[in-house]
């Protein structure tokens, strides 16, 4: 693994670059991607941001002070993506042609021979601060924008255990900036649609128990989207609802995204590893939020989830 | 106004302390009086916390390595409290004895001639972490504990705009005794019993909106809290639901606490302020929350609350 001060030296000689994100984009590979993206820019560099998808419209702000910038990409790195398989829509045509890779996420499988993984940043965003000081770059307004809400968003605003003192100060460090970070959480956490507040309304009646409460499983289903009228982007969020009841262990959220096509969301508290579980299916991420997908009818891929938990719970 | 200094010298020179709570005590009073005394009675002084009300069991943690000493008191001051009416049922015992205030609310009307008030705080806790570094007291883990749940619930985990950075920083330095502030934060803001989501569903269903959606309104009865069978620490919490709905300014809570008694709790998003609000209803608050109660039938007070409303919204 390469030093930060190794990854600052090879993004001073680069130039024309382009920052990958991952798929279903999230604040924190959206805020480490603009907010190193304006940095870029603003040392006199031409950079974009690639996305995987579409972003959500509460992110928009991210993009304020970015330019679109006319080039031919000469060096791809990517940003918050741990294996290829999260580029998405991108994997295809970026998948070898990435030279760089900084992530947080200890199952990092992306391969990347230039690679800087520091799974006890709790956020990426903390990392390409960290970067972004090496490179003597100054941390605009709108760059602490991006990286405060990556920070914000990875850590459920500071309540998480990966939270770290030093996230705390990068924060503290950030808010000097005069960002409007109350504006930024409520964007990111408090505010709901009137949709998303009947879309919990309806998930609430799929709630089930198992393994004496130590499970907990809800769901939702195109058809449930449909009747709500709800763009996929409006069907997040929901996963932290069943961990957060008392005695949950596991809190698993299943997502129907096309037909017959599932996503799983998994929360876990205390020691148990959701990463383990979802390995089983193929998918991964960190200890206590990770996910996968199934396919099948609802039922089975309930079942199937059902039956995986005995050995965990 | 006294300085800190000047409070750390007479906390020095004192000793059988009793220190007073608001009533339906929250996580700053109770952090901030906890982690006091347990300093003082570290320091060999013998000191107590006198609640107001029950404190809810999700708290208990606070009084750990707190002593239970036998003593006379001869020095009495309050935490967090802004107004004698808010200390409850120990209002006619303590109101005429309070020696020394501290305090975070710039709306403080206790008239206590010895106060320190600082509302730069984002919590009380963070005036008694200050204090005692003046006072040289040793922050072990159990007191760093109480001052985090202070910190942390009254900032909303940092999320609301009254963190600061130096929150940020105490918090980093609180979170270096190796306090387990993931539980903290899960037991204060995640664990939902079974209950809870039951009363919250039965809440959805009083949600109405006036003056084109930027008043929300959501309500609770004793009659629902019967047929849930919640006690009174449970009905807490519920504040937050309407102010977190998209365009919503002003987010209001009426609980009946007593037939015909409602406790009402004003949220607000950017410039409308809840205090002035419930000042008319001889309550009061900061301007983001504040809080009033209103005697009536529940449509009666529900109509005086929207017909006040009207001017500021």
Redesign the interface.
Known sequence: MMTLNEVAEILRSKDNIEILTHHYPDGDTLGSAYGLCLALQNMGKNARVILSGKMAEKFNYLKSGVKEQNFTPQFIMSVDVAAKSLLGENREKYENKIELCIDHHGSNTMGVEKSYIDNTAAANAEIIYDLLHIMGAKITKEIAASLYTGISTDT??????N???????I???L??TGID??EI??AM??????EK?AL??MV?DT?DYYYD?KLAIIYTTLAMQSKLNLGDDQMEGLA?IP????GVKMGITIREKKNKEFKISVRT?GDTDACAFCQQFGGGGHKAASGCSINGDLITVKQRLIAAAEGIL
Do not use: P, V, W
């Open positions: 459920g605003c500071f309540m998480y255990t939270t770290t003192a030093k996230t705390h100060n924060a503290g460090q808010m000097d970070f109350g959480n409520r956490f408090e505010t709901k649609t009137k507040l919990e309304r609430y709630l409460g932290s961990r957060q009841i008392e508290n």
